[in-house]
């Protein structure tokens, strides 16, 4: 498997990562020797095999739907980890663009 | 007051101050003054915790006072930087969160805290855990203090460092590959991967949450049974936790090893390129044990080398979605640019060392649509073989014996360029975490250089007592 550097810019863009040209390179050559060592899974015989999605064994844990409220002090502590905040909201860049 | 304290096993500190030989007070200052005199060589801490530790120490010396002190309380420890402590800045070792203070505490935390123990401070690690020498800090390496030009191993570096030197009486890690096998081994200090689901993962910071578990770093296996014994159980917070009663593990000891039946991979004693010096201490601990009356057997767990592979697509997926909260939005540090994705693109870049960005990539691309067949569920699939590989082996035996890392502490530097030199020491610690299976390593002895040398106990699942029981076996015994 090799990846190239649009390949890269690809997978950048869909993980919000802004990448250096230098890095585009590094991760183009690095991540290709890293999916042809995970390629030697295709020597395993996987036919009928059911993957494994969890290794707890505990199925259909609920709880009940009840709200719980956070008191002041907490609430205060977490406005106060906002990057940006107005009257004690959490302030976001603007989500649509001009056109 | 010698500085000296902070050596002690919470056994014998607990000894101590019921004895009255040192107050809380005193071994709390004991270990924060061995953490000033130290981290600037080890760089073990990233946060230390002087006023919050004095008052819990003082606090703890009024219940050794009144008759009321457990076996935890009064004792100093360390917890790894990306599990939440309630007020005290937890970075995960990422600038990104290098302002993110939590407004509460891990589940084992908090019943940590609630026994009576000190907290000084937080400690340094492979930057959310990605790594196995802990040189993916944004905060600088965590130097062995065996020898101090080579690596902690990772990616609780910190945590095991701090405990051989003496800084803390135990830490608090996490381990989703080996991350607190791989640096108690490389560090000669006692760790302990739990069973998935036995302790709470609520408050550390995912990784994989299919793969993730919490669990202690400590001189002795007893320290490790102590532990466990106040961290394990339910927690209606994580609903991966199990409801299985927890065992007075410390009580479970003493018992006598003989009789018991113990594999050996062989597919572990085999590796090329395992060092020669590992294999010697490795079976000479296996011929005590024997001298001691259990039945050695050699087994086979055919699919061990496909478990780096596996878990180097299972955790960079898992991670790469666990990651995407990490944005500079509601927490930690923003780079503000002129739009949305710009500000979560620069922030994440500014934010996370060069690893943690090779591992959302490789998720990312392992997720995305048309590969998500062939890497992610391929690997689980493969995982399944795992999984069936130790069923039956461990139909036959009680629990197995190898080394915990192929090589001792290697030099920092010498595998940062080599991406898969670096996955590959994870080789004998990655099966267990993908079968979710319990785990110890356990200080088999030293190289000739002073280098120690870790044993890895794997038993079967949720069977933490045998495994612990033969831990202590292997670190009392000797041949």
Redesign the interface.
Known sequence: MS?TRE??RG??N??????TPE?EIR?AE??S???S??D?????D?EG??????????ID?V?EDVAKHSDDE?RK??VA????SEKNM?S????F?DQ | MPTELGKLSIKQAHTGLLQKEFSSRELTEACLTKIEERNKEINAFITITHEYARESAAHADKMIASGSAGVLTGIPFGVKDAICTLDVRSTASSTILDNYVPPYDATVIQRIKDAGAVLVGKQNCDAFGHGASNENSMYGPVKNPHDTTKVSGGSSGGSAAAVVDGQCIFSIGEDTGGSIRQPASLCGVAGLRPTYGRNSRYGIMPMASSLDVVGPIAKTVEDIAYLMEVMAGRDPKDATTVSDPVPKYSELLDRPVKGMRIGVPKEYMELTGMDAEVRMIVESKIKALEHAGCEIVEVSLPHTKYAIPVYYILVPSEDSSNLGRIDGIRYGVQTTADSLYETYAQSRANGFPEEVKRRIMIGTYALSSGYYDAYYIKAQKVRSRIIEDFDVVFANVDALITPTSPFPAFGIGEKKGDVLAMYLADIFVSPASVAGVPALSVNGGMTKNGLPVGIQIIGRRLDEARVLQLGHAVETLHF
Do not use: C, M, W
């Not at chain 1, 030697?40 to 395993?44: A, F, Q, R």
């Not at chain 1, 976001?92 to 989500?95: A, D, G, I, L, Y």
């Open positions: 990846l390949d890269i997978i950048a869909l993980a919000r990562l802004s990448l890095e991760y690095e991540l020797v890293v999916l060592y995970i030697t899974l295709n020597e395993v996987t095999v059911e993957p494994t999605t969890q290794v707890g064994g505990l844990i709880r907490t502590k977490i980890l906002f990057p940006h959490l976001v860049p603007r989500v663009e």
